[in-house]
């Protein structure tokens, strides 16, 4: 069965500082992989995903994540925190062999301190 | 900007009532789903359509849930009757699924938040 795992359901971190919120999946095929980010009463929106290609993918507002099949790894990273970014992060895998159907992670809340 | 609508966005009723959830998928996409979400549970996938024709719908207590695409453009979510623990944030998506049965991106609505009292 396909899970994912995210690290930690508060982080926290000052404007301008590194933002890091991990995610851990298990796969018994090769999965695709999305970050999604959810605003107070909002939507989900798509930040960024990795289907097949470079393990490196860059998606909005600065956001990054690195597709890492040996540590069965999808980080999200941004160099510098802003204000806007606080928000609810969601890592996602998908059963691309059963329809399409998202599994999602618990969430990460992102608080950005001044 | 195409976008999936969803109405009503807020939904007050007391147990017992029937709930209708409304979506609007984007234009050409020929996928649907229904999430949940609430505090204690998440986000879960409750059911999904491809061409209008229901995939799966495990997520959804049988009893007192349906869901239906009357057409292309309309996709229902039903409760009746509706309990207080049903009270959650209830998402549609739309995506464009392939011939291999995957679907890419998801495209959610802002979500309908119903509390039943």
């Known amino acids: 069965a396909q899970s994912v795992t995210q690290l930690g359901s508060h982080v926290s971190v000052s404007e301008g500082a590194l933002v890091l919120l991990r995610c851990n999946y298990s796969s018994s095929v090769p999965p695709y992989l999305f970050w999604y980010v959810q605003y107070p009463n909002q939507g989900l929106q798509l930040l960024l995903k990795y289907t097949t290609g470079a393990t490196l993918v860059k998606g909005i507002n600065g956001f990054e994540a690195e597709f890492k099949k040996s540590e069965t790894s999808f980080h999200l990273t941004k160099p510098s925190a802003h204000m806007s970014d606080a928000a609810e992060y969601f890592c996602?895998?998908?059963?691309?062999?059963?329809?399409?159907?998202?599994?999602f992670g618990q969430g990460t809340e992102l608080s950005v301190k001044p | 900007d195409a976008r999936v609508t969803q109405t009503p966005r807020h939904k007050v009723t007391e147990m017992g009532q029937e709930v209708t959830m409304r979506c609007q998928p984007i234009?050409?996409?020929?996928?649907v789903f229904w999430y949940r979400q609430t505090m204690m549970q998440g986000l879960e996938l409750l059911a999904y359509?491809?061409?209008?024709?229901?995939?799966?719908d495990s997520g959804m207590p049988k009893d007192r849930f349906s869901a239906e695409m009357p057409d292309a453009t309309l996709a229902t979510l039903k409760i009746q009757p509706s309990e207080p623990r049903d009270s959650a944030v209830y998402f549609c998506?739309?995506?464009?699924?392939?011939?291999?049965?995957?679907?890419?991106?998801?495209?959610f609505g802002p979500g309908t938040r119903l509390t039943v009292l």
């Open positions: 234009l050409g996409h020929n996928t």
């Open positions: 359509f491809r061409n209008r024709a229901p995939l799966d």
């Open positions: 996602a895998v998908i059963l691309y062999n059963q329809g399409g159907k998202l599994i």
């Open positions: 998506a739309s995506g464009l699924g392939s011939l291999a049965g995957a679907t890419d991106t998801q495209y």
